[in-house]
């Protein structure tokens, strides 16, 4: 399988010579240094255009799949790591945790020798967490990362690791096309570096034949609503939804337009962040589409002819379906007069029981709000108070 992607031999010539200048400033370990990296990176890769050239890339080893698509959406706890197996492509998207280790042990288990593609949605350390790792057991033809970089020591070495190893590396910009065996690829988004990590989240449908997927690693609302504004398809069959299923992301116009048949997170057992959060598990509920974790299943699995697919556990275990726990005749329909809280002007929101100038000011800081039980993040609002707002039911959040 090969990448099928335009790039030139002068990018080529050029990126190999800034690698090499890149390396030798990465061991003196300055600050500028690190700015330059990223200067030339960029200028690499707009030249290039793709660190593959046509009719290059190293082939996978074949691994049998009887001519399917095994999609593992891989348990890593409380992070992103899922594994597009084909019968002539293998794509890992994220990497996982960076304080836990299962990745390459199950990636081996798996019978993965090579990687034609791995992608890191966003620098974030749990969907970066075991790239090192990863790149010194497989031999990686190449990478994509957003653009974005953190501080983080992670990223740090990430990026060193990529500049030290025979992979080639890319930025992909909404409205590129590659085709990786019988995988195709269309990046949806970002359309530029944007600065902010979660919403510079690389997202991608994935078509095996008839079937596509979306992945849009933690695009938060607002890049959702870019990606919608730029008008594109992006209706897939199987969704893993944005940032673990927090409220921050999965609105229910960006659901409407991807038309999806199930969802799949990735989310910790009772993790900190309380994903999925319950308003993403009542919207999936009220719009009737399959909602399945890693956090009560483990590692699933989408198996796929490119026809037809089937959703199921690892070690063929039945699924237990994440279900709302909420009546669902208490769904948006009734929200027709309440304020958001997310986007109401201040004189709105003062007319929100104990919510004073004051708070109001506090609550335009600390936008955005996931649920109105949130409130508490307001230094003044406990819960007695909240109970008051709840109970008034003027105060929402709109999705």
Same mark, same amino acid.
């Given at each position: ?21 890149? @390396? ?5 370990? @300055? ?9 030339? %990176? %960029? ?9 593959? #050239? ?16 095994? /999609? $593992?959406? +891989? ?12 019968? &002539? ?45 990863? %790149?010194?057991?497989? *031999?990686?033809?190449?990478?994509? %990362? ?23 590396? $890319? ?27 979660? =919403? ?17 690693? &933690? /695009? ?5 609503? *870019? ?15 944005? $940032? ?11 659901? *409407? ?13 009772? =993790? ?6 319950? #308003? ?53 329909? @009734?929200?027709?007069?309440?304020? &958001? +809280? ?7 929101? +003062? ?12 609550? +335009? ?8 039980? #949130? ?15 709840? /109970? ?8």
């Amino acid at each position: 399988m090969k990448f099928s992607h335009l790039g030139s031999l002068f990018g080529r010539v050029f990126q190999a010579t800034a690698s090499a200048w890149i @390396s030798n400033r990465l061991e003196r370990r @300055s600050r500028t240094s690190q700015l330059v990296i990223g200067m030339l %990176m %960029m200028v690499a890769v707009v030249l290039s255009g793709c660190a593959v #050239e046509p009719g290059g890339g190293i082939s996978a080893t074949e691994v049998s799949t009887d001519g399917k698509l095994i /999609a $593992h959406f +891989i348990d890593v706890d409380q992070g992103d790591a899922t594994l597009l197996q084909g019968p &002539d492509f293998t794509i890992l998207i994220d990497t996982g945790r960076h304080d836990r280790d299962e990745l390459v042990p199950y990636l081996q288990s798996s019978g993965i020798k090579a990687l034609d593609l791995l992608v890191v949605t966003h620098p974030h350390a749990d969907h970066l967490g075991q790239f090192e790792k990863v %790149m010194s057991h497989f *031999e990686v033809s190449e990478v994509w %990362m957003s653009g974005d970089e953190h501080t983080s020591k992670t990223f740090e070495r990430a990026l060193e690791t990529v500049l030290s190893s025979d992979a080639g590396y $890319h930025e992909p910009r909404a409205g590129e096309t590659f085709t990786i065996g019988s995988a195709h690829l269309e990046v949806i988004h970002p359309q530029t570096v944007t600065g902010h990590l979660n =919403n510079g989240s690389i997202s991608t449908r994935v078509t095996f034949g008839d079937v596509v997927f979306l992945f849009s690693g &933690d /695009a938060e609302k607002e890049a959702e609503q *870019e990606m919608l504004n730029r008008g594109r398809n992006i209706q897939a069959d199987i969704f893993q939804l944005g $940032h673990h299923g927090s409220s921050t992301s999965n609105t229910q116009p960006f659901l *409407e337009a991807i038309k999806p048949k199930v969802g799949i997170y990735s989310a910790g057992r009772e =993790n900190e962040y309380g994903h999925p959060h319950r #308003e993403v598990v009542d919207l999936f509920s009220r719009l009737n589409i399959p909602l399945y974790g890693t956090d009560r299943n483990g590692t699933m699995l989408v198996v796929t002819d490119g026809q037809t697919y089937q959703v199921k556990g690892a070690q063929g275990a039945e699924l237990i379906q994440t279900k709302s726990e909420t009546p669902l005749d208490e769904g948006p329909q @009734s929200l027709g007069d309440c304020i &958001d +809280i997310n986007t109401a002007s201040k004189e709105e929101l +003062i007319q929100i029981k104990h919510i004073g100038t004051d708070y109001a000011d506090q609550l +335009i800081a600390l936008r955005p709000f996931g649920s109105v039980d #949130e409130l508490t993040r307001i230094k003044g609002i406990g819960e007695g108070r909240l109970k008051d707002i709840k /109970a008034e039911g003027l105060a929402c959040v709109r999705r």
